[in-house]
């Protein structure tokens, strides 16, 4: 053996099909002796006359086992070059891949899943397969369905264990998919159909918000009471909007300063696109208060703030106006008055209080406020009757009209009531005359002067007058017993100068 004519051996496989051998060449070879040998085995040696430096075998042993060359020269005198190093190749076998068992979902959304799988082997569990046949369907996976599926790319199989990932696109939201894949070695030896994978593509995120409202109204039919409403909008996706976020604030409400204000808890839940909502509120103590409101969907979009409404929830009504105020005159200077007593709102709640006003001419809206204030009653329940007896304040032989109204606790006046009158009697005598004066006109006669008193008091005209005269001092004792005056004038008004003449036959 030549020693030092070593040829360089080269093994390339194309699994399943050949086993390629390449080699340097030797100077002065005339042939090569390739040796083979599969594991366990006694070699086979064959030879080439080609002077080529490569040859390409077809497999000729049972798969499954390493198979080992070595190249020799023969030179012309027949003497053989040391051989090469020994290069080992697997003969494709018949042993399938192991079935991939745990294909699962890794992230699913409406239009794309990526998968995961663990790599098998190429012979069982052991080796490194060659390829994946990965397919779907919307109809179920079974051995005889697969070669119909859809089939998806994937890349070569890793080492037996690793992580395997591949993506299906483009598909259907709220569709369900089944998946399954195949594996094969390089001899196309095919395993068993894996799992099936059945999963269901979400809907598409629902990005899109429901319609704002634009006909909130509000009105207040009563004091602490707020009525909204407005027509429920739609929702592009659902049809109807799921909710209602519904704010309001005692200060400016817009776009910006919706998010701020106070939540209303517990809105409506909205009805069907373009019907009718309304929503009582009677939770809010007395002010002016500005209301608006999102609608949402199922999704949780909102939309863009409705239109703002504003209005006070105070006590806007007025009591109702008393119409069957009476006043009778009882005697002397006293006077009673009846009427029904009116409620807050209207004929409902009980009134704060009462305003009575006297006046000795027609009392109407514009003069009430100037009229004489009387002492009125606390208000009793709307519907009973109220009585007030009034003295000490009446002049006699008077006419003396009375209105009344009602006022709430938000002051809010009613009408004045209708009008009622009584006049007093003449229970007051004319004022005493004080500056009676005496003149002598003759030795028989005198004259008589003084100022005349009223009727009542100083008011007024008297209706007659009574002198008397005596040659004792008069007094209330003895006046009735004094010789009468006859030629007394009749009484002028009050406050006017009066004189009588006096003759001596009327002192006989």
Known sequence: ?????????WLREDPGVTHELRWSPVFGATR??????????????????????????????????????????????????????????????????????????????????VLRWTAPGDDGTSGQATRYDLRYSTTPITDETFS??????????NNPGAGEFAVASSLDAQTTYYFALVTFDEADNRSPLSNVLEIETPAIPDTEAPSAVTDLTI???????FELTW???????????????????????????????????????????????????ASLSPGTYSFALRSLDAAGNASTVSNVVSASNA????????????????????????????????????????????????????GFPDATPIAAP???????????EVDGIFGAETIYYFAIRTVDEAGNVSAISNPATATTPDFEPPAA??????????????????????????????????????????????????AEVTNLPEPAPAGTNEEVTLVASQAV
């Open 1 to 9: 053996a030549l020693n030092d004519l070593v040829p360089q051996l």
């Open 32 to 113: 090569y002796q390739i040796l083979r040998a599969a594991e366990g085995n006694i070699p086979t040696t064959f030879s080439t006359s080609s002077l080529d430096t490569t040859l390409s075998l077809p497999p000729g042993f049972q798969g499954g086992t390493d198979i080992t060359y070595r190249v020799q020269a023969e030179l012309s005198d027949g003497r053989l070059s040391a051989p090469s190093e020994e290069r080992t190749g697997n003969e494709p076998g018949s042993v399938p891949p192991s079935a991939v068992s745990d294909l699962t979902a890794l992230i699913t959304n409406a239009t794309e899943i």
């Open 148 to 157: 119909s599926a859809t089939a998806l790319e994937t890349a070569p199989p």
């Open 219 to 225: 009105a207040s039919p009563e004091e602490g009471v």
């Open 231 to 281: 027509t429920a909008p739609s929702d592009a996706r659902d049809g109807d909007a799921a909710g209602y976020e519904l704010r309001y604030s005692t200060s400016t409400l817009d776009d910006a300063t919706f998010p701020a204000a106070t939540l209303l808890s517990d809105p409506p839940t909205p009805g069907d696109a373009g019907t009718q909502e309304s929503l009582r509120i």
């Open 315 to 366: 006590d806007l009504v007025p009591p109702g106006a008393v119409t069957d105020l009476s006043a009778t005159a009882l005697g002397g200077d006293r006077i009673r008055l009846a009427w029904t007593v009116q409620g807050d709102n209207a004929e409902l709640g009980r009134a704060d209080h009462q305003e009575i006003r006297v006046a000795t001419t027609p009392i109407d809206e514009a």
């Open 378 to 388: 606390v208000p009793t329940d709307p519907g009973t009757t109220a009585e007030l």
């Open 433 to 482: 005359t004080t500056d009676v004066v005496a003149e002598e006109v003759t030795g028989t006669r005198a004259k008589m002067y003084w100022t005349a008193p009223g009727d009542n008091g100083d008011r007024g005209t008297a209706t007659t007058y009574d002198m008397r005269f005596s040659f004792e001092p008069l007094t209330e004792d003895n006046f009735a017993d004094a």
